[in-house]
């Protein structure tokens, strides 16, 4: 068959007939016609066509599009497109029409104990079962057969894969180099080696899939060694993917390539490396409020979908999965069998929250996850793209909310990296959250049947009479129980915390210079590191100093969570314990050991005019590290801080 590029591709002659019939049929389907990437305009057989029609793939996705015709015609390649866009069906399709229909169809082995002809090499032991699931979803139509090969599981049914034969083997590349090398000295005799170990010597594909991960140190010489193991390098074609690719990766990546190797890049210099389907939030918030806040994220955000969480270590994630009703732990140290039972507990819906460690940011596809939490930036901005890249797959939008502990962490090089430009929002108000449980109560209460109502009205009517409330009230209240919120506690919008509230210092303009930093010993022992002679913490030292005259005793200062300074160095955001809040806005007594240099300060600059306000509901302010602090109420409306700030004990 004859393509309008002017490629021939070897079908048969009934498929050709079919081709011609089928080509009719859409000849008549102006929208078909329309769309460039339609299957039809690829040269895909049919048996694969329709195994990809039964998976609902009518067309292409750009990066595949773009990529099948370079991958069938023989170059090797490197490819890149963002997170959920398809990139695995961008190196099996043209591998498997190649071994089927054509280049690779003659050259390839055949029968029992074939050696495989395709090597696909993935970073973790989960992404290896997923992409080996997509094989073998083509597999059987085509007839071919795949194989997975990956630690923690036993080796015996993967040798006995092997020796049957197999086209296309699908692995990590710890369990990969172990059955490639070691596997062969267990065993003296020659046959059983060439059967029982991994023969890599007639290949014709391998593929290095989230390759900047597996050519990560410690990865690339296992790597390295499996490549190796082709007979001639210059008959196998190699094709590498990712969302990310950093330099040093394309360096790497470059010896197992050859030279006149394509590229195709999606992302390029585009600003934004990230998934632009998602929608990316930071939010303020301590480590020790994430579980009691991680609820009401999910509950705000998720859409009632699933939601991935992930941390930082594998102890935080077994112990959030702990705290948090109804999730399970995913992370390296967890049983391979447990693992598998997990994650297809996840994909199944058994439960909806899962809580991991990078073992699942990478390549995994699952279905309907609406919500991805970072609890807190990740080291790199790869892992920030790819985690955040679990949601908003395949044209779906989803949501990843980052939290920031505004004291310890910051994502400002995430943010530059990445491109991504973060909404800023605070934690759900435990109220809105009982707001929406109220709603959900109220339509349970419709839902009971007028039958109970003779047995309830008269201690209904007993308590209408006997209470000062009105019966719309007393509902209120009936609603709070069903909704399981009688106690309503507040957060502070910035560090979200419970029986904190938010306060913003303003002092009117810079208090502060590095050249009064050495003239007082009393505030020396209080710097911070922030930034040369403006540090948050000495914000509100002067500034409460000097609104009142009266001091604020370090043990306060060291109190307040939080800290961070208004970019225009004339203030800082912080949160004080609600019970303090009262003496924050009052100021505290000057002590009698307060030294004279102390108020030298405030000779120096009581010309300021400093004013605290709490902020209680939504504020924007841009603080020292260029973030742009905004809280917002669940619902997304910004408001302006300056019309609901409350200004108090001025
Ligand atoms: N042409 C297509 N039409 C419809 N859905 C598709 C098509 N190609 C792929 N998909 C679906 O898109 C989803 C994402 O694909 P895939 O996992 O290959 O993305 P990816 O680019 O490899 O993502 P990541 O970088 O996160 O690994 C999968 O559910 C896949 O089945």
Not at 63 to 86: E, H
Not at 316 to 332: F, M, Y
Not at 363 to 385: N, T
Request: proline share 4%; with cysteine; aromatic share 6%.
């Amino acid at each position: 068959m004859q393509f309008g590029d002017g490629r021939a591709h070897e079908f048969s002659e009934e498929e050709e007939e079919e081709e011609e019939e089928e080509k009719m049929r859409f000849d008549n389907d102006s929208e078909r016609e329309e769309d460039p990437n339609a299957l039809t305009k690829f040269r895909i057989s049919k048996a694969l066509r329709e195994t990809l029609k039964d998976k609902g793939i009518e067309s292409l996705f750009p990066i595949q599009a773009m990529t099948f015709n370079t991958i069938l015609d023989g170059s090797d390649l490197v490819g890149r497109a963002r997170t959920g866009q398809g990139k695995t069906l961008a190196f099996m399709l043209p591998i498997l029409e190649s071994l089927t229909n054509g280049p690779a169809k003659t050259s390839r082995k055949t029968g029992y104990g074939r050696p495989p002809s395709v090597l696909v090499l993935l970073p973790t032991r989960e992404l290896a079962t997923q992409v080996f699931s997509d094989f073998e979803i083509y597999d059987g139509s085509l007839g071919l057969k795949c194989c997975c090969l990956y630690g923690g599981s036993p080796y015996q049914p993967q040798q006995i894969q092997l020796k049957r034969g197999a086209d296309i083997v699908v692995g990590t590349p710890g369990r990969i180099k172990h059955v490639a090398t070691y596997g062969a000295c267990k065993l003296d005799v020659q046959d059983h080696i060439d059967r029982q170990t991994i023969d890599l010597s007639a290949l014709k594909f391998r593929v290095l899939d989230e390759a900047d991960e597996m050519l990560r140190m410690g990865f690339v010489e296992d790597v390295e060694l499996i490549l190796g193991k082709v007979e001639d390098a210059s008959r196998v074609q190699t094709l590498l993917f990712s969302a990310t690719l950093p330099e040093w990766v394309k360096h790497i990546a470059a010896k197992f390539l050859k030279q006149d190797k394509k590229t195709t890049d999606l992302v390029g210099n585009e600003k934004m490396k990230a998934s632009t389907n998602v929608r990316h939030i930071v939010l303020p918030c301590s480590g020790s409020a994430r579980s009691q806040i991680i609820p009401d994220i999910i509950h705000c955000y998720s859409s009632g979908g699933r939601t991935i969480i992930f941390t930082e270590t594998k102890d935080s994630a077994s112990t959030l999965a702990g705290l948090l009703p109804g999730a399970r732990a995913l992370h390296g140290d967890i049983q391979q069998a447990t693992r598998e039972v997990t994650l297809s507990g996840f994909r199944s819906g058994k439960f909806s929250t899962l809580v991991a460690t990078n073992v699942a940011a990478r390549g995994l596809d699952i279905d309907d996850v609406q919500l991805i939490i970072q609890c807190e930036p990740p080291r790199d901005v790869e892992a920030y793209i790819h985690r955040s890249g679990r949601t908003g797959r395949a044209g779906k939008t989803g949501i990843a909310v980052m939290l920031y502990d505004p004291r310890k962490s910051n994502f400002s090089k995430i943010e530059r990296e990445s491109g991504v430009k973060f909404e800023h929002m605070s934690a759900p108000q435990p109220a809105d959250i009982a707001k929406v449980a109220g709603a959900e109560a109220a339509e349970k209460i419709a839902e009971i049947s007028d039958r109970v109502i003779p047995v309830f009205k008269d201690v209904a009517e007993e308590l209408v009479k006997s209470s000062v409330l009105s019966p719309a009230e007393l509902l209120a209240k009936a609603l709070a129980k069903i909704a399981g919120y009688t106690e309503i506690k507040s957060r502070s919008l910035l560090t979200s915390m419970e029986n904190y509230v938010t306060v913003l210092l303003e002092c009117g303009k810079p208090i502060y210079t590095p050249s009064m930093l050495n003239s007082s010993r009393g505030i020396d022992t209080i710097t911070d590191t922030k930034r040369q002679g403006y540090t948050a913490r000495m914000v509100v030292w002067i500034g409460l100093f000097v609104k009142s005259d009266k001091f604020l005793p370090e043990e306060k200062v060291e109190s307040i969570r939080g800290l961070s300074l208004t970019a225009d160095g004339k203030g800082a955001v912080f949160d004080v314990a609600t019970e303090d809040l009262d003496q924050f806005i009052a100021g505290y007594p000057v002590e009698e050991e307060a030294g004279e240099e102390d108020f030298q300060i405030g000779g120096m600059i009581d010309s300021l005019e400093v004013v605290v306000v709490v902020v209680e509901e939504v504020a924007r302010i841009t603080t020292v590290d260029g973030e742009a602090f905004s809280i917002s109420l669940p619902d997304q409306t910004l408001l302006n801080l300056s019309k609901i700030w409350h200004v108090r004990g001025i």
